[in-house]
């Protein structure tokens, strides 16, 4: 069983993503990851992905924390494929909680054209997955506009009440709290109230993290972290997410409904380097 959510006060508690081809030994895993976290597992659609994805599953399990495999819709070649995914992470690795995403590609590659095209074939609940992740952009995406997001959010929330499902919304990682903080309360008041687990970008260089915020569309508050990060000698030294974190939690321990339920890291400078923040500061 996972950690409950955290009272008010508390640190958050934490997620983490692993990319599968990188994931480590059993040994480091359980060295550095609390029996109970969710190990996010990403899909990038590199060859043999779906044997890399399957073997982290088991090393995710084996160690008694929650494998949460990516499925990149648009990806997915066929129902077939599908199928036969969702057969082996289930039955071979224990996997009941996905995370659901469009894709990022421009044309699919099978049927499902979007994350709503998945969830819709009522596969997940076939093979007793209940527990579904989807994706939220508090800073808009350069694939789509806010009026879509806002849309395609709906839609999962309406697609949870309907079938029982434990729905939840994972961010992409930002460098401005206020905004995140703004944008949760914002989907609560339009009934979209599943709980936000807020993405956050792990301790690296600040060279780092501008290049993975460039890659990854993340583009508003960007500019935060570049002037936080001084002149160009400064991108050698390391950022510190507690910037980012610390406002949050203020801001929900002074509110009577908190709307960000825990974090999700994304450990850019290393999985060693995120799980000891991690346990300093008591999410772990």
């Not at 939690?249 to 380097?273: C, D, T």
Request: aromatic share 6%.
């Amino acid at each position: 069983m996972f950690a409950p959510e955290p009272a008010i006060g508390r640190p958050l508690l934490a997620s983490i993503e692993i990319l599968p081809r990188q994931i480590p030994s059993r040994y480091q895993l359980a060295l550095w990851l609390p029996a109970g976290t969710r190990v996010y597992l990403a899909d990038i659609g590199s060859p043999g992905s779906d044997a890399e994805m399957l073997v982290a599953a088991k090393r995710v399990r084996e160690i008694g924390c929650i494998p949460v495999p990516h499925l990149a819709a648009r990806r997915i070649s066929s129902q077939q494929a599908l199928e036969t995914r969702l057969g082996q992470l289930a039955e071979q690795a224990g996997v009941d909680d996905v995370l659901v995403v469009g894709g990022g590609i421009a044309r699919p590659m099978g049927p499902y054209a979007s994350a709503m095209d998945l969830l819709d074939t009522g596969m997940l609940d076939r093979f007793g997955i209940k527990d579904i992740a989807v994706a939220g952009h508090p800073e808009g995406s350069p694939d789509f506009t806010e009026t879509f997001a806002i849309d395609a959010l709906r839609q999962k929330k309406n697609f949870a009440d309907r079938t029982g499902a434990r729905l939840r919304i994972v961010t992409q990682f930002g460098f401005a709290p206020a905004r995140v903080v703004a944008w949760a309360e914002a989907l609560a008041k339009i009934g979209v109230d599943a709980p936000v687990h807020v993405g956050v970008a792990g301790p690296a260089k600040v060279a780092t993290l501008i290049k993975y915020a460039r890659l990854c569309g993340v583009g508003n508050s960007l500019s935060m972290l570049q002037r936080s990060a001084g002149n160009l000698l400064s991108l050698t030294t390391g950022y510190s997410p507690e910037a980012f974190v610390t406002p949050i939690e203020e801001q929900l321990s002074a509110s009577a409904r908190p709307v960000i339920a825990q974090m999700h890291v994304f450990p850019f400078g290393g999985l060693e380097q995120a799980s000891s923040w991690l346990r300093r500061r008591g999410s772990w």
